[in-house]
């Protein structure tokens, strides 16, 4: 199983980014997707997860409205639109799946 991010970068304040991860190693589509973030000396946290199909997805409270997870069952790809971010997006975001990480991806929100 491994999980691989990209698309983490430097960001003005009310830029946008979009994170990818890639899955291999496991059918992909029979598993609820995640996307955490962990700031700097803070837990890591829930910040959206998506349904088998994408049939539901649910978003921690900081970010509703602002980022957008999905997922394509065929490139075994899960996708997180970030807009209008904030210094406070600042963190490593990290893709799970069947209980694996990926290695992490930076975003930095700065000016």
């Known amino acids: 199983v491994q999980l691989v991010e990209s698309g983490g970068g430097l960001v003005q304040p009310g830029g946008s980014l979009r994170l990818s991860c890639v899955a291999y190693?496991?059918?992909?589509?029979?598993?609820?997707m995640s996307w955490y973030r962990q700031a700097p000396g803070k837990e890591r946290e829930l910040v959206a997860n998506?349904?088998?199909?994408?049939?539901?997805?649910n978003y921690a409270d900081s970010v509703k409205g602002r980022f957008t997870i999905s997922r394509d069952n065929v490139k075994n790809t899960v996708l997180l639109q970030m807009n209008s971010l904030k210094p406070e997006d600042t963190a490593v975001y990290y893709c799970?799946?069947?209980?694996?990480w990926g290695p992490g991806t930076q975003v930095t929100v700065s000016s």
């Open positions: 998506i349904g088998r199909a994408g049939e539901w997805t």
């Open positions: 799970k799946g069947l209980g694996n």
């Open positions: 190693g496991f059918p992909f589509s029979n598993y609820i």
